[in-house]
Each structure stands twice: as C-alpha cells, then as structure tokens.
C-alpha cells in the first residue's frame, strides 16, 4: 500500500496541471475543471488499490474527469446547450494557435488583464501548479482564509465576465507576459524549496515544468529579455539543487554547498544567456538582474571568491526597479559579506518581513556573528517557528543548537 500511495503521489504530482488544462479547454469553466479533477483522483483512491494501476494513468484520469465533467452539467439548469458545447470541444478540439501546450494556454487565460496581477498569479498557482491554498498563502504572506477568497473571486470573475480559456492573440501576449512570468517563477520557487512541512523539501517536477514551460514562453517571445533573464535564473538556480540539501535532510547554504555536484551544463546555458542579454545593450529587468547575481555565485570557485561587490552592485540595481523588502533583504546578507555583519543588521532590523522566517534566519546569523548568542537564539526560535520547509528547519535547529556553547 505505501508503494501505492507513493505512485498516486507522483501520479497526481505529474498530472494535475495536464488534466485540470485539458478539462477547462474543453469546458471553458475553471470550477468545473478543478472540481472534476479533484474527484478523478479521489476516484483513483478508491478503484486503484482494487483494480490495478492503469497504464496510461494521466489518460485514464482524463478519462474520469472528462465522463463526471459531463454528468455535472447535464445536471445544471442549461444542460441540453452545455452538455452539446462539451461534446463539440471534445470531439472537435479548436486549433491550438500560437500556445500548443495546453498547460500554458491556461497560465495566459488565469492571466487576464481583467484580474488584479497578484490574483492573476494566486489562481494560476492554483489551477496549473496544482500548490495548495495554504502553499500560496505562504507565498504571499498573507493569511489562508484570505487567499481563499481571492481565488475564488478569480475564478467568478472569469465565470461572469465570460472569460474564455482560449489562445491570446500573438499582439495580445506581451500584455499577459509579465503575469505568465511571475506565476512561473513562484512555481519553481515552490519547487525548489516547498513551503509546505508534509511535502518533499524540494521537488523537481514543479522546477522541471516551471522551466519547460518557461522554455516555451521564450519560444513564443524570443527577443524578450525578462524571458530569457527568467529562464536564465532558472537554469542557474536548478543547477545548484542537488547540492542543496544534505544526505540527512537538511539545507546546505551556498557557502557550504559542493560546487563540484553542480549541474555544469546548466550553468553554462544560464551564463550564455545572461551573457546574451549584457550584449544586448537593453536596460535589464528584474529577471535579468537576478540571474545576473546568480551568474556572479556560480562562477566563483567558493564562497570566499565571490565577487561581492558586484552582487551588492546588482542589488543596487535591482533595488531601483524593485525597492521591496524582500530585495532590501538579500541585499543586507551581502553587505554583511563586505562591511560586517553590525552594518548589514542595521540595514536588516525595521524591515516589515516579520512573518518571514528568512528574516528572522538572517538576524540570527548576523547576532551569531556578533557573539550576542541569546538574541540569535530568540531570532532562531522565531525562524523555526516560521520554516514549513523540513529541510530549511533542520538546518536552523542545527545552528541554534550551536549556540549552547558559545
């Protein structure tokens, strides 16, 4: 039964996205798409374990979905016209245009002008990434009942507004793309290291879709520099992945990673493209700036090698386009790397990033350094509190422990 329910796991992890895409093509409803989706898989918890895994499981779900999608709205008020629309998608697939992914013609619909930015990106966190309310919580930072409720709204407002899950005209994608790009990135971010304490630490089937989605993205925008400033960062930060959590479970921090496990073929495509844009000439964005920093980390030979001054340099840069708290932040660990950590604190404390752990992380590690051992321990505590990652609190309840001695 436990290999079982690690292959539902994966199934659902892998198929999620693909099924909820395909049914909200062929319906044009994204209620209706996730609701049958959802009871597909509940479906396989009960027939499964009786009957076997099928050998095409993401089409035997398709198969569910679609079959209750279609007992769903023979039973609403409108059925004789909904149930014959369903039937005509179904049989008669409407051409795929520009976008022939139907996971990404869905992050472009969840993208509409129509939606506030931050819902554009929350819905297609929910309907496409397949994360959980709480997991997009936790990305926002804001409270679950109140991501809820956006998500829900979103999907009203596509609903009333008649929104249709179809291919934006090519004119009309670089009104959507900076939406598609942010969905994208809190994808892979999710991946790379979950927010969610019952989950993997790191998964990589979010990070290998969110890229090969983001690959097709520049397929579709080639002279795009945020596009290839986000696939660039992608490819730079995957390529640490396997460095990144130890054979115990916890986090390595760059400063202790192997840099000999690194992925270097991806280094090497993620510097070209940063290399690329630089030559453009073009001001950069902020994907671009990002991948720039994280060009500067995966060229030095360690930690001590790293060129901090440019990485503060960057943060400069980026702190102009994008003068958050979060920016502010990483800016402070590398200034600490520079001008000491009693300069760096100074810029950290005030920040309104309370509720996130990596603030707390970071004032523990810089009062560390500082030898004020009681006021890094409380910091510790709080960032503990905070981590939903398993790894990420493995590693602080480490450091704390450190402390006793000190």
């Not at 509409?112 to 959980?132: F, S």
């Not at 997991?135 to 609903?159: D, S, W």
């Not at 890229?211 to 596009?227: H, K, N, Q, S």
Request: hydrophobic share 45%.
């Amino acid at each position: 039964m436990t290999d079982l329910s690690e292959v539902i796991t994966r199934v659902h992890r892998e198929e999620w996205a693909r099924v909820v895409a395909t049914l909200a093509r062929r319906f044009g409803d994204l209620d209706i798409a996730e609701d049958m989706a959802a009871e597909a898989f509940a479906t396989v918890v009960e027939r499964w374990p009786v009957d076997g895994i099928p050998p095409r499981p993401g089409a035997w779900l398709t198969t569910i979905a679609h079959r209750k999608a279609i007992d769903r709205v023979r039973r609403e008020a409108r059925r004789e016209e909904k149930h014959k629309e369903a039937l005509m998608l179904f049989d008669n697939p409407e051409p795929l245009g520009v976008i022939d992914d139907d996971r990404l013609r869905l992050i472009f619909t969840c993208c509409h002008p129509a939606l506030a930015m931050e819902v554009r990106v929350a819905l297609t966190l929910r309907m496409v990434g397949g994360l959980t309310v709480p997991e997009i919580a936790r990305a926002f930072l804001v409270q679950e009942a109140t991501m809820g409720r956006r998500i829900t709204r979103a999907k009203a407002k596509i609903k009333a507004a008649r929104i249709p899950y179809g291919v934006p005209l090519r004119e009309d994608i670089p009104a959507r793309v900076t939406g598609v790009l942010a969905v994208l990135y809190l994808i892979f971010n999710e991946g790379y290291l979950a927010s969610d304490p019952e989950k993997e630490a790191v998964r990589s089937d979010m990070t290998d879709e969110a890229i090969r989605l983001t690959r097709l993205v520049r397929a579709l925008m080639p002279a795009d520099g945020e596009v290839a400033g986000l696939l660039a960062l992608m490819l730079l930060t995957e390529a640490r992945r396997a460095a990144r959590i130890s054979a115990s479970g916890e986090l390595v921090t760059l400063g202790e990673q192997d840099r000999g496990a690194w992925d270097r073929e991806l280094i090497a495509e993620g510097h070209a493209l940063v290399r690329a844009r630089l030559a453009s000439g073009e001001a950069p964005g902020r994907y671009q700036i990002l991948a720039a920093i994280n060009a500067v980390h995966t060229d030095a030979r360690d930690i001590h090698d790293t060129d901090w001054v440019q990485v503060v340099a960057l943060y400069d840069q980026l702190g102009r386009l994008d003068p958050s708290p979060l920016v502010r932040l990483n800016r402070a660990i590398a200034v600490a790397e520079l001008d000491g950590p009693q300069v760096a604190l100074a810029e950290v404390d005030g920040l309104p990033l309370e509720a996130y752990h990596a603030f707390h992380a970071t004032r523990a590690d810089l009062l560390r350094r500082l030898r004020r051992s009681e006021e890094s321990r409380a910091a510790y505590d709080r960032a503990i509190g905070l981590a939903g990652n398993a790894a990420v609190r493995a590693y602080l309840v480490r450091r704390r422990d450190q402390l006793a001695g000190s």
